[in-house]
């Protein structure tokens, strides 16, 4: 079971960026599907980004894409997501998770572990 910690998240103006930091214990990324997901009051989960474990492989919902990089440090164990053009539609509690088989990347329940969250908060 990996223990992840995401931090980064914090409040920023449209057009400015963000980088969400994933850190993992207990496991080792690179084998690992990693996946990002947000979630905004009042509304479902959705995917964001996600990388494969091995050759990092990656995959973006059509919302983010161009804007949103997701990206591995291995000797670190940590994954990351940069967010450019930060847009208020943007705002959610941005949460990392860890698959062991990367099945259906953008499906939640396909992952195993997940973290505590971070807040990004979006302003016109």
């Known amino acids: 079971q990996a223990l992840l910690v995401e931090s980064g998240g914090g409040s920023v103006q449209a057009g400015d960026s963000l980088r969400l930091s994933c850190a993992a214990s207990g496991r080792t990324l690179s084998t690992l599907s990693m996946g990002w997901f947000r979630q905004a009051p009042g509304k479902e989960r959705e995917f964001v980004a996600q990388i494969s474990g091995g050759a990092g492989s990656t995959n973006y919902a059509d919302s983010v894409k161009g804007r949103f990089t997701v990206s591995r440090d291995n000797a670190k164990n940590t994954v990351y997501l940069q967010m450019n053009s930060l847009k208020p539609e943007d705002t959610a509690v941005y949460y990392c998770?860890?698959?062991?088989?990367?099945?259906?990347?953008?499906?939640?329940?396909?992952?195993?572990?997940w973290g505590q969250g971070t807040q990004v908060t979006v302003s016109s």
């Open positions: 998770a860890a698959s062991t088989y990367g099945a259906l990347y953008n499906w939640g329940p396909s992952y195993d572990d």
